[in-house]
Structures are given as C-alpha cells and as structure tokens.
C-alpha cells in the first residue's frame, strides 16, 4: 500500500454535467475525509466517514454533492449538475485514530475544471 | 469554533536564511495542531504535529515549531532555507473535542531565491 489513491487526477467537464471521484484510503485506515481546495486556500472540510457511516457533512456540501464510502474501503464524491463554482482540487484523506495519533494521509487530488 | 490565522500570505526568504511561517490557534480545548507542506499539484504532506507532549516539535526536512499556550501560537521554523523548501505550508488544527476534521489556515507560500 503506497498511500491515498484518487482518480481521474485530473477532469474537465461541461456545466451541468455530472462527475464521479473516487478514493482509495490506506487500507487499514477506518476515518475518510473530503476537502475542497480552491486557488489561493486552504482545503475546506466536506464531509468525514468512519468506517462507511457518513457522520459529518459541511454546509459547503450542497444537495448536488452526495458521497458514500459503501463497504467502509473506497469512497466516491459525486457532484451533479456542475457549475463553474465547483471547480477546485478534490482532496482525499484517511487516518486511523490509534491514541494521540491523528494524523491524517492526503492524496495527490482530483482538480476539478468546469467549462 | 477551532480556528487557525496564518499571518502572511507570501514569505520570501535567501537560500540559507532563517525561516519562520507564522501562525496562531483559537481552540476551547487543548489542541492538536499540525503544519502540512503542499508542493504544485500534489497533495499534502505532514512536516510535524503537537500532540500535548513537548512543546518544541521536530519534524521533517529541518523544520520544527513551538507550541506556546500564552501566545496561542504555533510558528514554523527552519534555521537554513535551502531552494527545495519553496512551497506552500498550512497550519491545521484539528476540530472540535469529539470532532475529527481537520481545520486549516490559508496558507503561506514560501519563496527561496539563490
């Protein structure tokens, strides 16, 4: 296991169409998490899995994102009906909470052009 | 609400020169605070975390921080600046007692020249 694994690393899509991410977590990494990094910031929580319950969702996450994480391994981050807004870098990251040890392990991203 | 200011947005420093990236916490709670590195189109990549052992933190690539309750801060520093260090650095606090998103600072990008 080489790390967090995301793809595509790289989508282009048209305005109003739907897109799908996916996320490979360490694998003996039971925590997932989702950010949103736009130009010039720092990444902004989206949503958090613990093993494949979804406990946290930002307010960011509008009702055209949706994300699951069906077997508590991989996750998907879908947005539907994309706007120009949405581009951005899609970061994954996983961690597993063993003590004081909370460090989480970020893939290399999804960035995300709207067109 | 847990927050983090990065004071700075640009820091631009001689191949060799001290570096210090800024940056100050607000937590209701004991924090566990981190400093990520982030190299053009990667991902991010941990330099060092304070989890309420010692308060001066060594981590990776030279660098190290000092966690200080009084000024609620938490500064990055690295004694000499070499041209590999140019990048941008995010201070992160995780979340609230109970909580497990990480929350991060806006970043400082940091310039090396020769």
């Known amino acids: 296991d080489t790390g967090v694994s995301q793809n595509p690393r790289h989508k282009i899509t048209k305005r109003g169409q739907n897109v799908t991410f996916r996320c490979d977590p360490i694998s003996e990494h039971n925590r997932l998490y989702w950010y949103r990094q736009t130009l010039g910031q720092g990444p902004e929580f989206l949503t958090y899995?613990?093993?494949?319950?979804?406990?946290?969702k930002s307010r960011l996450l509008s009702d055209r994102f949706s994300a699951e994480r069906p077997k508590g391994s991989f996750s998907t981050l879908e947005i539907q009906r994309t706007e120009q807004g949405d581009s951005a870098m899609y970061l994954c990251a996983s961690s597993a909470r063993t003590g004081v040890n909370t460090e989480a392990f970020f893939g290399q991203g999804t960035r995300l052009t709207v067109v | 609400a847990q927050s983090v200011t990065q004071l700075g947005s640009h820091v631009s420093v001689s191949e060799g020169a001290l570096v210090l990236l800024r940056c100050n916490y607000s937590s209701s709670v004991p924090p566990y605070l981190f400093w990520y590195v982030q190299y053009p189109n990667q991902g991010l990549q941990l330099l060092l975390k304070y989890t309420s052992a010692a308060t001066l933190v060594k981590g990776i690539n030279g660098f190290e921080a000092e966690f200080k309750k009084s000024e609620t801060s938490f500064h990055l520093t690295k004694p000499s600046a070499h041209m590999s260090d140019a990048a941008e650095y995010f201070c992160?606090?995780?979340?609230?007692?109970?909580?497990?998103?990480?929350?991060f600072g806006a970043g400082t990008r940091l310039f090396v020249k020769a």
């Open positions: 992160a606090v995780e979340g609230e007692a109970g909580g497990f998103k990480t929350i």
């Open positions: 899995f613990q093993n494949e319950a979804q406990l946290e």
